[in-house]
């Protein structure tokens, strides 16, 4: 079952301050990619992922990112999907007709192993669901039916809960 865009935005989070990722020793690293138009809904499974024991990197809350996109943009956002143990790609409206988020989850076909390639997909407020088309290549992490908590669903729909990866 897809998350909720409502249930991302009434998370209780904290914006968090700009500066160096830091992630905590021992737990996994994500690369999230979204629209930056998005940006509640990243920092909502941002705080979803940490109760999980993930750290999720965002870009935008990179201190070394340049105010506006460049070529060193694109080569940070390369060397944080190679250095993060996860790529996740939050699917929206706003991030599947993005241009960058395309041809981040593209080049991170090519540098991580498969089954570390996952989907987030999203039904917004009208419950249209957003995950779909080459999308369905990869593993998803979303809400089981009748439970609480995230769990990464292969393809052949096997699920593992989060806290366990």
């Known amino acids: ?6 249930d991302l935005l009434t998370r209780s989070f904290s914006r968090s301050t700009q500066g160096q990722f830091r992630p905590r020793p021992g737990q996994p690293v994500a690369f999230l990619s979204h629209s930056h138009q998005d940006a509640a809904l990243a920092l909502g499974l941002q705080e979803m992922l940490k109760r999980e024991g993930w750290d999720v990197y965002i870009d935008w809350q990179d201190s070394r990112m340049p105010a506006t996109p460049d070529g060193e943009t694109a080569f940070n956002i390369k060397v944080a999907i190679v250095r993060a143990d996860w790529f996740l790609f939050l699917a929206t409206a706003n991030s599947i007709s993005s241009r960058w988020c ?24 009208q419950g249209h669901f957003y995950g779909n088309e080459y999308l ?21 729909g096997n699920g593992t809960w989060v806290r366990n990866l």
């Open 1 to 6: 079952m897809p998350i909720r865009q409502s």
């Open 102 to 125: 395309p041809w981040e989850i593209g080049f991170a076909d090519g540098k991580k192993a498969h089954d570390r390639i996952a989907i987030i997909p999203t039904s917004d407020s």
């Open 136 to 156: 369905n290549l990869y593993n998803k992490i979303d809400v089981p039916t009748n439970a609480a908590g995230l769990a990464l669903f292969d393809t052949r």
